[in-house]
Nanobody, 113 residues
Framework: QVQLVESGGGEVQPGGSLNLSCAAS????????MGWYRQAPGNQRELVAM???????HYADSVKGRFSISRDQAKLTLYLQMNNLKPEDTAVYYC???????WGQGTQVTVSS
């Protein structure tokens, strides 16, 4: 059973930064597209960024130039570096492994002054 464990969330002021991590339990991570999604209260879950096994990336327009997705194949870990955070980035952030459609439990990110 694949497990994905997110960490790194928290509360920051506008303009601040956070680096989220998602640790995977199984080596299938290495051949899977991985993604970060987020869900704010009252909203649908939305794609933030995704990365292929060959490090090809895609970002939502709302985060381009501010967020960076990366992966460490040796550590089976997915990252999301978030810079210049805005209040509208406040949400629960989830990682997803596309092979098998597995999700993590989510980590809260709050951007507030």
């Amino acid at each position: 059973q694949v497990q994905l464990v997110e960490s790194g969330g928290g509360e920051v002021q506008p303009g601040g930064s956070l680096n989220l991590s998602c640790a995977a339990s199984e080596s299938v991570f290495r051949i899977s597209v991985m993604g970060w999604y987020r869900q704010a209260p009252g909203n649908q879950r939305e794609l933030v960024a995704m990365i292929t096994p060959r490090d090809e990336t895609h970002y939502a327009d709302s985060v381009k130039g501010r967020f960076s997705i990366s992966r460490d194949q040796a550590k089976l870990t997915l990252y999301l570096q978030m810079n210049n955070l805005k209040p509208e980035d406040t949400a629960v952030y989830y990682c997803k492994q596309f092979i098998g459609e597995y999700w993590g439990q989510g980590t809260q990110v709050t951007v507030s002054s």
